[in-house]
């Protein structure tokens, strides 16, 4: 193997996080901002992209992190490396409600593409990178951008995504049709593209907007319940405003008010 080879286990149910089990000099790389403890004898670097290309020189170094700017990530990961000489365990999380999805990537055929804030950590060696949709119309109304992230290699990759998960396993030519906000990973054989929702009064009145990703077989996709966009809409839309009219707060505001004389 290529990549570091490490241990795991998922706590949690719906606020899930990850504890990894180093081995004396394993590494594991993670997003900035997934870390939430380490113990002793852990090194923590921030390092230029996924540190995968150390022997490609400064430019090559740029390059690789200039391409996570693309996907509206930051420059820098951060690695934990056990410099012990015994086992060490590092653990990172969710930053929002839903589930942490490990992925073998040695058993997935090397390569996941998945949506471009899904990545949480992976063995070093992984390669994060970007994925480049081909066709255009993919590119406009995808929902997650022209750009989607591509991970590479033959060790443990661990995503996050919105709600409960399934994965479904596609036969050559079979289709799937879902949200396009919904779809989380596929393996590379699968064909995605983006359809338009046929009706006028179904485009403009039916509330899931004008097109829906198409997803054709061979090969395997992950599935969320809750994407973190449709989750801020709706928090978004729940928050108290200024300039709002009274009867819109709560029955505490009601009390409030009252004691007030209003």
């Known amino acids: 193997m290529n990549n570091h080879e490490i241990d795991y286990k998922i706590y949690g149910d719906d606020m899930q996080f990850v504890e990894v089990e ?31 290309n150390n022997g490609g020189g400064l430019m090559g170094k740029l390059f690789t992190a200039g391409k996570r700017v693309l996907t509206g990530e ?6 934990f490396t ?18 942490i999805i ?7 055929g090397g390569k996941i593409i998945c949506q471009k804030d899904a990545f949480l950590a992976a063995a070093k060696g992984v390669q994060v990178g970007i994925e480049f949709q081909r ?5 406009f109304f995808g929902g997650e951008g ?20 399934m994965k479904k396993d596609l036969l050559p030519g079979q289709t799937l049709r879902v949200d396009t906000g919904c779809l989380v990973a596929m393996t590379r054989d699968v064909d995605y593209s983006i359809e338009f929702v046929k009706g006028i009064k179904t485009a403009l009145f039916g509330g899931e907007g004008l097109f829906f990703a198409t ?9 969320q319940s809750l994407p973190f966009s449709r989750l801020a809409s709706r928090v978004f839309a729940a928050a108290p405003h200024r300039g709002g009219a009274k009867d819109e707060g709560s029955i505490s505001r ?4 009252m004691f007030n004389g209003d």
């Open 22 to 52: 180093l081995d004396p000099n394993e590494t594991v790389i993670a997003e900035a901002g997934s870390f939430m403890m380490m113990e002793d004898d852990i090194k923590m670097e921030t390092i230029f992209g996924d540190g995968s």
């Open 74 to 79: 930051s420059l820098f990961m951060t690695t």
């Open 82 to 99: 056990n410099v012990g000489s015994s086992k060490r365990h590092v653990s990172f999380a969710s930053p929002y409600p839903g589930k």
């Open 102 to 108: 490990p992925m073998d990537l040695s058993e997935l």
């Open 135 to 139: 066709k255009i119309g993919v590119g």
């Open 146 to 165: 022209f750009i989607m992230q591509k991970l590479e290699g033959d060790g443990m990759a661990f995503i996050h995504a919105g709600g409960t998960i």
């Open 215 to 223: 997803l054709r077989g061979p090969g395997s996709v992950w599935i």
């Open 254 to 257: 009601g009390i409030f008010d």
